[in-house]
Each structure stands twice: as structure tokens, then as C-alpha cells.
């Protein structure tokens, strides 16, 4: 009896209350809840344009003509020989005005990407300490780290405002669309032979990346100017988040959403009023642009309203210089991590253009759906770890924040085999109900990229866990070696490789066995993780003063080492 007690208590040992499943499930769900809904807010005009009208992109009735007359007499033995696919036989190859618009939408949000991440990095790097002086109950530290995200937020936002002035835009759209120039081949006379037949097919695609980068710029020029009304809403989100108020924080998101679906059915496309069809990707962006603002103007009021401990004083922007080394020694690393992984991202869409441009509106697909599903899941989790790691951190409540972690990646994991199986199940039949515009190759590999990835998508969960659990500890450069570093060191290296062999017919490999490769190299990360998460030693209470910060190697180093010489020295004199 009492071995069967034993077993039980080991058994047991692994889990906590009910009570505490309860709580955090509550926190993770109404953080993945706002996630989705922010998500929503941000890419859901890539589903919007999808119905644009044929006649709302200029020049792509001619293309549309041209591709009937040129194109759709071509036969199979043709395309054989010029090793093109026989999905774009015949009426395959097309182009409607929703492919087109969604390829310049998404490459406009790049560079949103770029500047999101940027943001949200630097306010979780923030939200490190944030997390603890609020479990700590220094306040007015904490009002000091609300403005100094405020002062970061606001510096990247205008840089990317600026990104609209006439000549850059342009060319900072075209290096996703990639409009490279093929001349005509029917200009020297009618396509006969295989290398005739290729380079028709390449110029048509030249034609159909200059109009989306066309739709592209249009978005980009209306909706970067807002990008500033991020430094109140994201500073707001993140801090909300980091003081356990996700409900508040959650309303901000559904206030957004509501407002840019509501003015997108009305903008974008309408089909119920009559002469007017629409803006097309301006009435997308302007619905984007009013959504924020109603957004700000709730955030400003609630804050107003609410007085929370976090809203800086005048004199918390007077920022005192040792609270901004320390902060800035934690979110100047995370902000670089987030720079160089949503670099990475971009250039992975880059990539993935050179295969085609079927294969750029396939990774629109991907990234719609899975961001707007996956990736707020493990933002969800992150909100647990920040609460019931970090916060019990700041309290000094060390053994508490280890054993609430183990609590959370097995939360965690569950979430990811619940999620990937329904998504799998569904990958086959969202693209096509979202993406009904899209030609049957760019609906063929957006469906099995979607499929891939949610195999995998357990190991991506999992070792977003782990670094977002590094991360609360401080533990920062570790974090950034499971996420940025290698993403640059392996994941874009592998791609850049299999993409170029494939362009340059030494490899006869499908884009989507290319993507197959990328995303079972998320196993590794979590070894790499786990293995760094085993170590244990990244469980940190980050209020205490020290006199030698431990995660600040420079110091570290230069400390033994002038405590050497001293040995040496007094070693002499004796």
C-alpha cells in the first residue's frame, strides 16, 4: 500500500492544483483569444483583397488578354520541354485581380513584419523587468520602463513612416515582388521552340510582379503614416499583459477588428451598393488606418479612466541612468533578435519568390492562416510564462517560477497536438475558401505548406517555450541562439541553397518537399533548447542589485580578470 502511495506522489509530483491549471488556462486563453483577434486585425486585408474586382487594377485586363492569346495554346509536350509545370497548362496560368492584389499586400506587410517585431521584441525585452517590478511592487520603475518603451516604440515607427517618400517605396516593394524584366519573346516571332516557350512564361510573370508591386506601394503609402499610433497602442498591450490585465487588452484588439472588417466590407469590394464597387486596396488601407485610430482613442480613454500603476508621470520620462543601462542591457539584444529574425522572415519570402510567383501567393496563404491560428498560440503561452515565471522571479519566488515552467510547456505541448490536428485536418479545404482567386498552383502548394507545418508545429510551440521562458529569466543571448541565430546560421542558409540548385535545374525538387526540409529543421531547436532550459540556472530575480550583473559577460570577464592581475601583483610585492 504505502509503495502504491509513493508511485502516486511521483506521479503527482509532475502537476499542480487544479486551481492553478485553472487560472493559468484562463490567462493563456484570453492572451491567445486577443492574439487571434490582433492578428486578424493586422492581416486580414490579405483576405479582403482577394476580392478585389478585375477593373479595380489597372493594366491587368491586358495581361489577362495576353495570356489568353499566347498562352492557353500551348500543349503539354511544350511545357515538358521547358520544365515548367503542367499546373499552368492551359487555363492554369491566370491571373485575377485578388492574386494580384494579395502578392502586393503581402509584400507591403514585410515590411510591417520588420517593424512589429522590432517593436514587440524590444517591449517583451522590456517586459522582463516590467513583469518583475511589478511582482515586486516598484512601481515607479515601472512607470520608467512604460516610457522608455514608449521613446523606442515611437524612434522605429517614424523610420518606417518615412519609408513612403517617392523613390523608396518602390524599391523596398520590389525586393519581395521581385519585377524582373523578360523581354516579349513574341516580339522576334511566333514561341516555338523550348527556351522561347520559357521565357514566355517568365514574362508573363514580369507582368504579373509589376502590378503587384503597383498595389503594394498604393497600400504602403496610406497605412505607414499610422504606424506611430503603435508607440500608445503596443506599449498599452504589452504592459497590460505584463501587470495579468489581458482583459482590458483583449477589448483594445476586438475594438480594432471590428472596425477594420466593418470599413473593409464597405471599402474594399462591395457588391450591394449599386455603381460603386469599391477602393480597392485604398479602401483596404483606409480601413486598416481608421481601425487604429478608434483603437488609440479607447486606449486613451481607458487609461485615463483607469490610472494604472504602469502609466508614466511626466517625470518617469526623466529616465534614471543606471534603470535604463540595466533595461536596455535585456530588450537591446531581444530588439536585435526580432530585427534579425523578421529580416529573416522577409528573405525567406524572397526566397521562396524566386521558385514562382504562385509560390509568393502560396507563402501569403501560409502566413495568413497561420498567423491568424498558430502563432497567437504561443504569444498566449508567452503571456502565461510572463505571469507565472517572471512575475514570481520579481517576488524571489525562484523555485515557485521553475516549477510553474514545467507547468506551462506541458500546457504548452497540449495546446500544439490539439491545434495541429484540426489544422491538418483543415489544411486541405481554408485555402481554398479564403483563396478562391488564386490560381489551382498557388492554391496547390499553399495547401501542403499549411499541411507541413502543422506536423511540425508541436517542435515550433516547443521551442518558443523554451525561449520565451529564457527570456523571462534574462537569460537573452540564450534565447537568441535557439530563434535569430539560427535562423541565420542554418534555416536561410538550407533554403538559399535548395532554392538556388533548383533555379539552376540541378535539383528537380518541388517547392513544397523545399519547405518539407525547412520546417524539420525545427527538431533541432528543440534539443537545443531543452538542452539550455536543463541547465536550470537561468531562473534569475533581475530587482536584486548585484554588484557584478552575471548575464553582462563583458563584465564578467573583465572582473576576473583584473581580479588575476591583483593576485599576481600582490604575489610580487611579497
Not at 515582388?177 to 527556351?195: F, H, I, M, R, W
Not at 522561347?196 to 503614416?225: K, N
Not at 500603476?309 to 535604463?324: N, V
Not at 527538431?523 to 548575464?551: H, P, R
Request: proline letters at 2%.
Amino acid at each position: 500500500m504505502n509503495k502504491l502511495k509513493v508511485k502516486k506522489n511521483k506521479t503527482w509530483r509532475h502537476f499542480t492544483s487544479w486551481q492553478w491549471y485553472k487560472v493559468a488556462i484562463i490567462i493563456i486563453f484570453w492572451a491567445i483569444l486577443q492574439e487571434m483577434i490582433m492578428a486578424s486585425t493586422d492581416i486580414i486585408d490579405n483576405i479582403f483583397v482577394n476580392y478585389l474586382h478585375n477593373d479595380q487594377i489597372e493594366g491587368l485586363g491586358a495581361l489577362q488578354q495576353f495570356i489568353k492569346d499566347h498562352w492557353s495554346n500551348l500543349n503539354t509536350e511544350q511545357l515538358n520541354a521547358a520544365g515548367i509545370s503542367l499546373e499552368y497548362l492551359g487555363n492554369g496560368l491566370s491571373y485575377q485581380a485578388g492574386q494580384i492584389a494579395v502578392n502586393g499586400v503581402t509584400a507591403s506587410n514585410q515590411l510591417y513584419i520588420i517593424m512589429f517585431t522590432s517593436i514587440s521584441g524590444f517591449c517583451y525585452g522590456c517586459g522582463v523587468y516590467a513583469s518583475q517590478y511589478y511582482g515586486a511592487g516598484e512601481y515607479q520603475k515601472l512607470k520608467q520602463v512604460t516610457a522608455l518603451k514608449i521613446y523606442v516604440v515611437f524612434g522605429i515607427t517614424f523610420m518606417f513612416a518615412l519609408f513612403t517618400l517617392p523613390g523608396v517605396t518602390d524599391k523596398l516593394i520590389e525586393f519581395t515582388t521581385q519585377p524582373k524584366y523578360v523581354a516579349n519573346p513574341l516580339e522576334t516571332g511566333v514561341v516555338s521552340d523550348t527556351n522561347q516557350v520559357r521565357q514566355l512564361f517568365e514574362h508573363i510573370q514580369w507582368r504579373a510582379a509589376v502590378l503587384s508591386t503597383q498595389q503594394g506601394v498604393q497600400y504602403y503609402r496610406i497605412i505607414a503614416p499610422t504606424y506611430v499610433l503603435l508607440a500608445i497602442n503596443e506599449t498599452a498591450i504589452t504592459a497590460l499583459r505584463e501587470t495579468k490585465r489581458l482583459y482590458y487588452s483583449f477589448w483594445m484588439s476586438i475594438i480594432a477588428l471590428i472596425a477594420n472588417s466593418v470599413m473593409n466590407v464597405f471599402l474594399t469590394a462591395p457588391t450591394f451598393l449599386g455603381d460603386f464597387k469599391g477602393l480597392g486596396v485604398t479602401g483596404t488601407a483606409v480601413a486598416t488606418v481608421s481601425s487604429r485610430v478608434l483603437q488609440m482613442l479607447f486606449i486613451i480613454g481607458l487609461l485615463g479612466w483607469k490610472r494604472f500603476e504602469f502609466i508614466p508621470l511626466w517625470i518617469s520620462f526623466k529616465i534614471e541612468r543606471a534603470l535604463l543601462k540595466k533595461t536596455m542591457h535585456k530588450a537591446a539584444p531581444l530588439l536585435f533578435n526580432e530585427v534579425l529574425f523578421s529580416f529573416g522572415l522577409v528573405l525567406q519570402v524572397k526566397l521562396r519568390g524566386e521558385y514562382s510567383n504562385e509560390a509568393m501567393t502560396a507563402n501569403a496563404m501560409f502566413a495568413t492562416i497561420s498567423g491568424v491560428i498558430f502563432s497567437p498560440l504561443y504569444h498566449g503561452i508567452n503571456a502565461g510564462i510572463t505571469a507565472f515565471v517572471g512575475n514570481d522571479l520579481g517576488a524571489n519566488k525562484i523555485q515557485e517560477a521553475k516549477r510553474n515552467s514545467k507547468h506551462l510547456i506541458f500546457i504548452g505541448i497540449a495546446i500544439a497536438i490539439i491545434a495541429a490536428t484540426i489544422l491538418a485536418s483543415l489544411s486541405f479545404v481554408i485555402p481554398k475558401i479564403l483563396f478562391s482567386n488564386s490560381n489551382p498552383e498557388a492554391q496547390r502548394i499553399g495547401i501542403w505548406m499549411l499541411f507541413i507545418y502543422s506536423l511540425f508545429y508541436v517542435f515550433v510551440m516547443t521551442s518558443n517555450i523554451f525561449y520565451s521562458i529564457l527570456r523571462a529569466g534574462g537569460k537573452v543571448w540564450w534565447s537568441l541562439a535557439i530563434d535569430s541565430i539560427f535562423t541565420w546560421s542554418i534555416s536561410i542558409p538550407m533554403l538559399a541553397i535548395l532554392i538556388t540548385l533548383r533555379m539552376n535545374n540541378v535539383i528537380d525538387l518541388d517547392i513544397i518537399y523545399i519547405h518539407l526540409i525547412i520546417c524539420s529543421l525545427e527538431v533541432i531547436k528543440v534539443g537545443i533548447g531543452f538542452m539550455f532550459y536543463k541547465k536550470g540556472n537561468w531562473a534569475q530575480n533581475l530587482t536584486l542589485e548585484q554588484g557584478i550583473d552575471k548575464n553582462n559577460w563583458l563584465k564578467l570577464v573583465t572582473s576576473k580578470v583584473k581580479t588575476k592581475v591583483k593576485t599576481k601583483i600582490q604575489k610580487v610585492k611579497k
